[in-house]
């Protein structure tokens, strides 16, 4: 997938979470656990954003650590939203697989970034 359009999938994303959370009943818990997925899920498209500038490899690994972190967060906050009852979870399901595909290739990219690096890093005597 081009850069392109994981930048547009991770905005995607981050906008169908605004748009779920904006429907939930006010209560205290409904007002934490959607301040808190709301923060992970734009964070995965803004650190997605930050690592297509990285100044190295090391530096592209690392940014998209935060990409893998925040989008296992973001999956978590969506399987409590449905186990309390804030949203169906049918709502929740399209949302839940897009964050899965994001994650999953994110991984991936991690992966062949790493095997790069090492290859980068053997030294050939």
């Known amino acids: 997938m081009d850069e392109k359009t994981f930048k547009d999938r991770t905005k995607r994303l981050g906008l169908s979470v605004i748009r779920l959370v904006e ?3 006010r209560s205290i818990a409904a007002d ?4 808190q997925i709301v923060r ?6 803004a650190n997605y954003r930050a690592a297509c500038r990285a100044k190295s490899t090391p530096d592209m690994i690392n940014k998209l650590k935060v990409v893998e972190e925040e989008s296992d967060e973001t999956g978590y906050w969506l399987e409590l939203i449905v186990e309390a009852g804030f ?5 929740v ?3 839940a697989k897009e964050t899965d595909e994001i994650l999953a290739m994110t991984v991936a990219s991690l992966k062949t970034l790493r095997a790069r690096q090492l290859i980068n890093s053997i030294v050939v005597f």
């Open 93 to 95: 399901a399209p949302i």
């Open 23 to 25: 429907k939930f009943s």
């Open 87 to 91: 949203a169906p979870k049918d709502q």
């Open 40 to 45: 992970s899920a734009t964070s995965i498209g």
């Open 32 to 35: 934490a656990i959607g301040r």
